[in-house]
């Protein structure tokens, strides 16, 4: 069965770091795109990095500059390095995969103190 486990998140002051996994069993990620998606408390779910057609990788003006993503096919992995984070950071992160329908990871929670 497809799955995407998410690992990594935690609790940071604002200005640090972290960095999120998301590893795939059951499938390989080469030649699919990983998108990533957050939800803060009381919000709806934002996508926040996306890979369009071209492959190009596209990061929304909120986490632009500070979060990159990073494919490791021998590990069948992909990493979301965060860096500078904000108390506005704070959410449960997910990445998703999207195959005839999405697949999702279970989710990360990640909490950034002031």
């Known amino acids: 069965e497809a799955q995407l486990v998410e690992t990594g998140g935690g609790a940071v002051q604002a200005g640090g770091s972290l960095r999120l996994s998301c590893a795939a069993s059951g499938f390989s990620l080469d030649g699919y795109a990983v998108d990533w998606f957050r939800q803060a408390p009381g919000k709806e779910r934002e996508r926040i990095i996306y890979v369009t057609g071209d492959d190009i990788t596209n990061y929304v003006d909120s986490v632009k500059g500070r979060f990159t993503i990073v494919t490791d096919n021998a590990r069948n992995t992909v990493y979301l390095q965060m860096n500078n984070l904000k108390p506005e950071d704070t959410a449960v992160y997910y990445c998703?995969?999207?195959?005839?329908?999405?697949?999702w990871g279970q989710g990360t929670q990640v909490t950034v103190s002031s």
């Open positions: 998703a995969t999207y195959s005839s329908r999405w697949y």
